[in-house]
């Protein structure tokens, strides 16, 4: 399955809502002429994919939202099992458990593979979201 080709259709900006109301849901999923679109709020900072995993194709954007997951390992290099890291916070593919950085869209271990992002942005207190334009 492969993300439709949003830069060829003509720009189209949305206003999602306020800023200050909207970052208390931590993540939306919306639709746009058949195009699903996942908005993340990380304290002030907004960003928004389209909601298909690279991995398959499935609705990324509708998984759960997590710490990432890291081993921990003592100073012998003995593995302590695993743990969460307490800054970052990762979306989880519903199909097949696929991770990927909720700020930066990239996948952990492989940075060559991420979340296909689409522009976003707070204007005068507003969340504004841009489609049909070329990919931030």
Known sequence: MSAPDMATAASQQIVLGRHDELKKRQRMVIDVDG?????????EEVRAYLNIC??????VCQGKIMPRTL?????N????????????LHIVCPWHG?????LTGRHPIDPKV???????????????VTVGSPRA
Do not use: R, W
């Open 54 to 59: 690279p991995h398959m194709g499935g609705p």
């Open 114 to 128: 991420g979340l296909t992002p689409v522009p976003v942005q707070v204007t005068d207190g507003n969340v504004v």
């Open 71 to 75: 081993e921990l390992v003592a100073d």
């Open 98 to 102: 696929y991770e990927f950085d909720m």
């Open 35 to 43: 195009t699903g679109i996942g908005i993340y709020f990380v304290g």
């Open 77 to 88: 290099g003995k593995s302590l099992g695993l743990g969460f890291s307490k800054e970052q």
